[in-house]
């Protein structure tokens, strides 16, 4: 660095280090709440790191991460007032000191799970190579994240890909309230081997020696050379939060302070003007905070914005047919998969082994029709759910495939705290448009680990989009809208529906998300049910027919949002209610429909809700066993004939 460029290091180092102590002096006086985890003795790492960063240039952070929006470029003002939760604040309150972000900026936000922004910087890195410009994606993340899944799956997957992002380890001596030393069996230089990826080690005080680094590692990067792992090494001056004792720390050798060493460098250059700089940054956190605590607080009346993008409203149209012979719903969702890439260049498909058709065989030629858009990715559900959220974010519309809804499990981080809250947590700056394609489906022995109907755990995400098609035309109607939506959708498909066949739908066909479908009407009780309890419902209702039993039936197709207006609109008309799914019945979406029937329909029921689902058991592999736990036509039936009996 010359003269003045280390004197604008110095002075952003300052700036963030006078708004780290203003905001430990406000959290002690109670006017930041939540938590806060400062930065203070780790300025030369994000400085140095963002020096020659691009305004286009992606990161990602941490939970301490205020100097990397800082060094971003983020508006002191507009970081204080989201730290003090008002309305004029980076995120408009929602997010706080550990979720600041800035998509404007390049920031894809601060993140308060350790090591969840690495799958998300590995997604914007695919997606910001398909722009040829050079932009890369820079990840942040502390000593700590070394040892979680989600830093191998994305160190992983970026080294097979070569992607452009760099993972900077700010290596500051404690995980949490442990010793970085006692945490590790290996270095971090070792890691990098595993992957054959190049791996730099910094002294992380050292804003020079820093920018440095980095200025060569973004070279390289911009230039087509493949992932790079950096550790900074540095020092964590205060606790892991503000107000944190710090018994366990003791006995460790005190770092250099990066801004006293920078300060003297530049007096040897011959810097007179240090004061006045630090004068000035004086006044700029003086005024940031100011505006700060005179802004206000959001309205208590937004406090539902921000969850979802509107979705589109259409009135919904027969699907039309292409040719004249019946097709499997398998090539259906084949078909509206290769409709939506020709529509739109920023749609791809990843998952494990989808380039090869998938376990299915759904998906099998559209790599070669579609090159570089049709991604076969390791078994790594973490990375694969992060690539579609930081591509996302970055402009593409992914559609990822988790290969049985059973693994969720495995990352439902990146779908339960990225994915759902992130439009929230900033505030409506960011939109998350992806598509994760799931299957489930019991009745074919595929024991307990995949068989499941997990649809309430999504439905209880807010901002999550749940869609359960069960016949051939809505699965083309809905998985066009669900891809064209700016919100993310998890289609669940059923695996013993994939031959069920149905005309083709035209291109042109969509089903509007949120709209339940009135299968069969009818007079003397409603029957609800989705997915391919809907096939069954619709069977049990025409058995019921010829006992003088007229039942109603609605296939919900999407879960979330749920269209209760059908659902009370046939309760008013029919007085009872009857709800089939194939998830185990205790705590499923049936209960809440009951919920929906007592609380808005109470005075339309004539008879208490029932619901027919699976046992309070995990799905069983004997076929004696399965074919006792799994909801059937005769269940359904039964049911409707005790619910009907006294009309």
């Known amino acids: ?242 107000g944190d004792p710090q018994k366990y720390r003791a006995g460790e050798q005190d770092a250099s302070d990066p801004l006293v060493v920078t300060r003297q460098r530049l007096a040897a250059l011959g810097a007179a003007d240090l004061d006045e700089v630090d004068d000035d940054v004086e006044r700029t956190v003086a005024a940031a905070e100011k505006f700060a605590t005179d802004s206000p607080e959001p309205d208590p009346a937004s406090a539902r914005d921000y969850v979802i993008v509107a979705h589109r409203t259409f009135d919904e149209r027969p699907a039309g047919s292409i040719g004249d012979r019946d097709v499997s719903t398998s090539r259906v969702l084949r078909q509206a998969l290769d409709d939506a890439l020709a529509d739109d260049p920023a749609v791809f498909l990843a998952g494990i082994d989808v380039a090869g058709g ?109 869609v359960m098609p069960s016949s051939p035309d809505d699965a083309y109607g809905l998985l066009r809208t669900a891809i064209e939506d700016d919100n993310p959708v998890v289609f669940i498909e059923n695996r013993l529906l994939y031959e069920r066949k149905g005309p083709m739908p035209s291109p042109e066909h969509r089903v509007p998300l949120g709209r339940a479908r009135i299968v069969r009407p009818g007079e003397h009780l409603t029957i609800v049910s989705w997915s391919r309890m809907a096939q069954l419902a619709s069977a049990a209702a025409e058995q019921l027919a010829t006992e003088g039993i007229d039942a109603e039936v609605i296939d919900l197709r999407t879960i979330v949002p749920l269209d209760r207006e059908t659902v009370l609109a046939s309760l008013a008309k029919t007085n009872r209610l009857l709800i089939v799914h194939e998830a185990v019945a205790e705590f499923g979406v049936g209960a809440e429909l009951a919920a929906l029937a007592v609380d808005e329909g109470f005075w339309s029921l004539d008879a208490p809700v029932v619901r027919v689902g699976a046992p309070s058991t995990p799905a069983p592999y004997a076929p004696s066993l399965e074919r006792t736990w799994i909801p059937t036509e005769h269940d359904i039936i039964r049911a409707a004939r005790s619910l009907a009996a006294d009309r």
């Open 358 to 466: 998938n376990v299915f065989g759904l998906t099998r030629g559209l790599a070669g029709k579609w090159p570089g858009r049709v991604l076969d990715t390791p078994i790594a559900e973490t990375a694969i759910m992060g690539l579609g959220v930081g591509a996302a974010m970055a402009g593409l519309r992914p559609v990822v495939e988790l290969m049985y809804l059973d693994f969720l499990g495995v990352c439902l981080d990146q779908l339960m705290n990225q994915a759902a809250k992130l439009p929230f947590m900033t505030g409506g700056a960011v939109t998350v448009p992806m598509v994760v394609r799931t299957q489930f489906g019991s009745g074919r022995s595929s024991g307990s680990q995949h068989s499941q109907s997990l649809e309430t755990l999504l439905a209880h995400l807010p901002g999550m989009t749940v």
């Open 1 to 242: 660095m010359n003269r003045d460029e280390l004197l604008d290091a110095y002075r952003r180092m300052r700036l963030i280090r006078r708004m780290e102590e203003r905001i430990g002096t406000l959290y002690a006086q109670g006017l930041i709440p939540g938590f806060v985890h400062t930065s203070v003795g780790q300025e030369a790492v994000a400085v140095g790191t963002l020096f020659r960063a691009r305004r286009e240039d992606v990161i990602t952070s941490t939970h301490r991460g205020h100097g990397h929006v800082l060094a971003k470029g983020l508006d002191p003002a507009r970081m204080f007032a989201e730290l003090m939760g008002k309305e004029t604040g980076a995120n408009r309150g929602r997010g706080g000191s550990m979720h600041v972000a800035d998509p404007a900026l390049g920031i894809f936000g601060a993140n308060g799970i350790v090591g969840a922004g690495l799958p998300i910087a590995t997604g914007a890195a695919h997606a910001l190579r398909q722009r040829g410009d050079g932009t890369i994606a820079i990840a942040f993340f502390g000593d700590g994240a070394v040892a979680t899944g989600a830093f191998h799956e994305s160190l992983n997957l970026a080294a097979l890909w070569r992607l452009p992002v760099v993972f900077v380890c700010e290596n500051n001596g404690y995980s949490e309230f442990s010793r970085t030393d006692d945490q590790h069996p290996v270095p971090i230089a070792a890691r990098a081997g595993a992957y054959g990826m190049p791996f730099r080690r910094v002294d992380g005080n050292d804003v020079e020696a820093v920018e440095a680094t980095m200025s060569d590692v973004f070279d390289q990067l911009r230039s087509g050379g493949g992932p790079q792992l950096v550790e900074a090494v540095t020092l964590r001056v205060r606790g892991h939060y503000e």
